[in-house]
């Protein structure tokens, strides 16, 4: 039996009992709970990730509902606690759901809920900022500094790639792959060329207003080429962004083989999922180009890195941050809770789950709907006619 954690309470006498395996950024998602007559327990144990029997003792007797994490594992045996315990809903504070059994969650009757919609332009922005990063060479250069290297200017001194003209590829042209896009094509002037199963018929007519705007005023046109197969992209890139689901058919996508394909000086960028990368192959690669440069956000084998990644000079490697913007992250939260108090609350699913600022707007009260349920379907919940 795991040890009792520690807990912060809000609303001690409230008629529902939320469950927060984690504090989360801001005040409104408490103030919301406590508001509708939730009483709201904190797990600030001082712990970066609780086991399933930690959240077992968490759940304990009587709970309705628990708002969790990325990092648990959110299977059967959770499941079936929080069913014990009268919960009939449980929601990631995230937009991926990796990390859940949706099956078992159906077994027992618990709406899983996610948090599309908040993270798409906060997202691309860190995609972009690994991009350039890597460009520039910019860790290096202050690591470089501050170390008190620096004698004086010199040509050769951390030369990197212009932007400017050059082509951005695009692996997943959904949300964040088509901001992201936007901004490179916009902010640098850069060609693109993307894969996706579906037309990005926006992004294409985005890309080419830009380009006759640049062209009206003198400068070089941008352009735009929806690649067939996605080592087209591979092959043509200067800077190729990954922005895929991870399922069985993208699980190691860039490997060894397809990392020979690419250009030697290179920069790919993942803010996806870690296994979308053959995290070893990319080692050696990495090893052998040392002007190929990589910015990742998202590791196969999260929290760690693979043998000999940190250690190379070309990799950037930040911990998982993608959504770390204030707004984003208040807003995750925000989203998280609705769900869990809109199935308490018997609210039907909200038919947008990607138009999310009704649910952010501070100065009204959010919809009577759950943001996002993933399993809404499953489970036969009404969707809000609102």
């Avoid at 999260?302 to 998982?320: S, T």
Wanted: net charge neutral.
């Amino acid at each position: 039996m795991a040890k009792p954690l520690q807990v912060e309470v809000y609303n001690p006498n409230g008629k529902y009992r939320v469950v927060s395996t984690k504090p989360m950024p801001g005040t409104r998602w408490i103030n919301l709970l406590i508001e509708q007559d939730c009483r709201l327990e904190i797990c600030t144990q001082k712990k970066t990730i609780l086991s399933v029997e930690d959240i077992i003792s968490l759940i304990g007797d009587k709970c309705d509902g628990v708002i969790g994490q990325l990092t648990e594992d959110w299977g059967e045996k959770l499941f079936s606690a929080l069913s014990r315990a009268g919960g009939k809903a449980f929601s990631n504070m995230a937009v991926g759901y990796n990390n859940v059994d949706v099956n078992a969650a159906n077994k027992y009757g618990v709406a899983v809920g996610n948090t599309p919609g908040v993270l798409t332009e906060t997202t691309a922005e860190l995609a972009a900022s690994l991009s350039l990063s890597a460009a520039r060479r910019i860790v290096e250069a202050d690591e470089f500094m501050r170390a008190g290297l620096y004698d004086g200017w010199l040509p050769h001194l951390f030369v990197g790639n212009l932007l400017k003209g050059q082509t951005v590829g695009v692996i997943g042209a959904g949300r964040i792959g088509s901001a992201y896009a936007r901004m490179m094509v916009e902010g640098f002037k850069m060609n693109l060329i993307y894969y996706d199963l579906y037309q990005s018929t926006r992004l294409e007519k985005f890309v080419t207003a830009y380009g006759q705007f640049l062209k009206a005023n003198g400068e070089q046109p941008v352009t735009w080429k929806r690649a067939s197969t996605m080592d087209e992209v591979l092959r043509e890139a200067d800077v190729i962004s990954l922005h895929p689901v991870l399922d069985k058919t993208t699980y190691h996508l860039v490997n060894k083989e397809r990392l020979a394909m690419m250009k030697k000086e290179a920069i790919l960028i993942n803010c996806s999922r870690g296994p979308v990368i053959d995290e070893v192959a990319l080692v050696e690669h990495l090893k052998a180009n040392p002007m190929f440069r990589v910015g990742l956000d998202v590791f196969e084998d999260e929290p760690y890195m693979k043998p000999g990644l940190g250690e190379m000079k070309n990799a950037i490697v930040v911990p998982h941050i993608a959504s770390a913007s204030k707004w984003t992250r208040e807003g995750m939260a925000t989203l998280a809770a609705l769900n869990v108090l809109g199935k308490i609350k018997g609210y039907p699913i909200w038919s947008d789950p990607n138009r999310v600022e009704p649910f952010l707007n501070e100065n009204a009260p959010p919809p009577a709907a759950c943001p996002s349920i993933v399993n809404s379907k499953a489970l036969g919940l009404p969707v809000s006619k609102l």
